[in-house]
């Protein structure tokens, strides 16, 4: 086996109560099972929930302080602005809530911060430049949680502040007229995992409900569900958990993704090559990195601009723009990528340890983050990537295997470090170039001290016959999407599967016709480790799937490993 294979604990009371109840195969009981489902109740709403079962925005703590700011300033027609992070949860954060109130007839604009000239969250600069163009009311999207100095600063200028973030809280909150965060330790809203264009989206839920009852609408009011296309697209790009609340969001999202109002979805979708129907994996891998390019590279104001487009010719040529920068990003990446990997071979002394830092000054701090976690997926431990400027000062991003937190690890370098933050899997940090070495060293005790099996697990839902995956339970499968966090695809395993026939196409990936006793089936593994050295009869773990080529609807296998 290429990896250590990991079945998840069968509950056979409680699938089988599961399948009955669902009229659901055994299998798929079992996988919501794996999902944390723990009863009817919870299998149904997750198989069956709307926008309704939604929670009350109002639970959010602040929410009420909020409403009743904005309110007043539509009232006394003060000048809003919506200041968001430069990532694609940022992105979409201030898109969506600068066409609703643009929708209200409000004075509203926008800013997002240049991620190299200004770095992340709210600025002094920013903050004053806004002041000093009318603004009265600042309400920040994605990003505001650690602003004290920043908020403190609006208020001496006369600029009320509204937070709005989804991050952990410090202990020091800034003194805002309101604070919306339900990470929160007393705040009641439950959908605790969602981010920040999902604050932003309850925020707007609130505030209609608030106008309606003012009878600020008349006869017609702004559609909400017009804009669950960006909280999707922000949901999905930020990694968040697919569940509960945020399940309901992009489920309900893609479902206006497939034939877009948004002239800006239509066009980001025509620039990515996506026909009609859309995925999870279509916001992650497709849509989402054309955004983030933008703030990567330069300035998120392009992908806002693309959003909040009125004009199809206008909407195409920015999507093009964005396209055109993911390409740059793509091959800066493959650039930084190959100078990490000689760096590596030069010196295989680092693969005998259990971390790997690299640095240099040559890489471009927006596309670190990413090489880390393709060298962490290569080499199977934690990985700290740092850019260096030419004022020798050190911008790093760290990536993590499970079970080992890179943010525990960090903190027992911190006197090291200039800054530093982040989770258990992923963190940034700052540090002086004459104090990587020093890093190394001491980084690499501490990961080692807790003690963690690098080896990579793959985790799986069940044991099944090839027999057993049909059409309809395929088809079934389907009900348990949209996939991510929280809710991956269904990876199963068949034991002594006969390979009929094998090919090796585009040198690097893997097709197969297999069988078990029964009628052949098609099964492909994309990027095949080696040329994958499968022999006639194997143990596969795989993820059932439609294939449809030339009008053709087939069943096929997604390949996840191999072995006996």
């Known amino acids: ?252 999202g893609i479902k206006r993704m497939e034939n877009p109002k948004r002239i800006g979805i239509q066009a980001l979708k025509e620039a990515s090559s996506i026909n009609g129907g859309i995925t999870s994996y279509d916001l992650g891998f497709k849509l989402g990195p054309r955004i983030n390019a933008s703030g990567r590279l330069s300035s998120a104001a392009k992908a806002v601009e693309l959003f909040i487009s009125e004009d199809i010719d206008d909407a195409r040529e920015i999507a093009k723009a964005l396209s055109r920068e993911n390409s740059s990003r793509q091959n800066i990446e493959g650039e930084i990528l190959r100078q990490a990997l000689a760096q590596v071979e030069l010196d295989p002394a680092i693969l005998r340890e259990n971390s790997i830092v690299l640095a240099s000054r040559d890489w471009h701090p927006g596309i670190i983050g990413i090489v880390a976690s393709r060298i962490v997926e290569r080499y199977e431990r934690p990985v700290l990537m740092i850019a260096v400027g030419e004022d020798g000062t050190g911008k790093g991003s760290g990536r993590s295997v499970r079970g080992v937190n890179i943010y525990a690890a960090l903190s027992e370098c911190r006197e090291l470090l200039l800054q530093f933050g982040g989770h258990e899997q992923a963190a940034g940090i700052s540090i002086r170039e004459e104090k990587v070495a020093e890093l190394r060293d001491m980084f690499e005790k501490a990961v080692s001290s807790i003690g963690a099996d690098y080896k990579a697990t793959l985790d799986i839902d069940c044991a099944v016959t090839l027999d057993e995956i049909t059409e309809g339970f395929v088809t079934e499968l389907g009900m348990l999407e949209p996939y991510g966090i929280g809710n991956p695809e269904p990876v199963l395993v068949a034991e002594s599967v006969e390979v009929v026939s094998k090919r090796v196409f585009k040198d690097k990936h893997v097709g197969l016709k297999i069988r078990q006793g029964g009628r052949p089936l098609d099964a492909v593994w994309f990027n095949a480790p080696g040329g994958a050295d499968i022999g006639d009869r194997t143990d596969l773990v795989f993820t059932p799937e439609f294939n449809v080529w030339n009008g053709r609807k087939e069943i096929r296998l997604k390949i996840w490993d191999a072995g006996s």
């Not at 602040?62 to 009232?75: F, H, N, S, T």
């Not at 009265?136 to 709005?164: M, N, Q, Y």
């Open 1 to 252: 086996m290429k990896k250590n294979w990991s079945i998840k604990k069968e509950n056979p009371k409680l699938r089988e109560k599961l399948s009955k109840t669902l009229q659901v195969s055994p299998i798929t009981a079992q996988i919501l099972i794996n999902r944390g489902i723990e009863n009817e109740a919870e299998a149904s709403l997750f198989l069956n929930s709307t926008l309704f079962d939604l929670p009350s925005p109002y639970l959010m703590k602040g929410m009420d302080k909020a409403v009743e700011r904005i309110k007043k300033a539509l009232d006394n027609r003060e000048k809003i602005a919506i200041y968001g992070d430069y990532d694609v949860d940022g992105v979409t954060s201030t898109a969506l809530f600068y066409t609703f109130m643009k929708g209200l007839g409000a004075e509203v604009t926008y800013y997002n911060p240049d991620r190299m000239k200004e770095g992340y969250g709210v600025n002094v600069d920013a903050v004053r430049k806004l002041a000093d163009e009318g603004v009265t009311l600042i309400i920040s999207g994605d990003c505001g949680i650690t602003a004290v100095k920043e908020v403190e600063e609006a208020r001496g200028l006369g600029v009320d502040f509204i937070v709005t973030d989804h991050h952990k809280p410090p202990e020091e909150l800034p003194n805002a007229v309101s604070i919306l965060n339900p990470q929160l330790s007393d705040c009641r809203y439950p959908g605790k995992g969602i981010t920040g264009v999902g604050v932003v989206f309850n925020l707007v839920i609130a505030l209609r409900r608030a106008l309606r009852e003012d009878g600020f609408f008349g006869r017609e009011e702004p559609n909400l569900a017009e804009y669950l296309d960006l909280v999707a697209l922000g949901t999905v790009a930020d990694c968040a958990p697919l569940m509960d609340v945020n399940r309901i969001f992009v489920r309900e």
